[in-house]
């Protein structure tokens, strides 16, 4: 059984920062993609970030400039790193991970933005 863990969300005011962590446990095999996704109420799950084994990153437009992702392939852990939050950004915050086999969700972090 894969279990990710999920840390670091919290509230925030606009323009602050936070980090969120994953880490993965259990019988893992070789994860070749990471990722953290998030879901506002109402919206749909979108993708935020996401990093390869191979070393390539993708990020939501929205994001670009202010967010960072960054992973240890190794230890099966992956952060999230944001700066400059903005009143879109509050949700709940997933991180995601791919194996060849199968995908895994964590139980979601909320990030919350003040005004």
């Known amino acids: 059984q894969v279990q990710l863990v999920e840390s670091g969300g919290g509230l925030v005011q606009a323009g602050g920062s936070l980090t969120l962590s994953c880490a993965a446990s259990?019988?893992?095999?070789?994860?070749?993609?990471m990722g953290w996704y998030r879901q506002a109420p109402g919206k749909q799950r979108e993708l935020v970030a996401r990093?390869?084994?191979?070393?390539?990153?993708d990020y939501v437009e929205s994001v670009k400039g202010r967010f960072t992702i960054s992973g240890d392939f190794a230890k099966k852990m992956v952060a999230l790193q944001m700066n400059s939050l903005q009143p879109d950004d509050p949700a709940v915050y997933y991180c995601?991970?791919?194996?060849?086999?199968?995908?895994?969700w964590g139980q979601g972090t909320q990030v919350t933005v003040s005004s």
């Open positions: 990093i390869t084994l191979g070393g390539r990153i």
């Open positions: 259990g019988t893992v095999f070789t994860i070749n993609t």
């Open positions: 995601n991970v791919w194996t060849a086999f199968k995908e895994y």
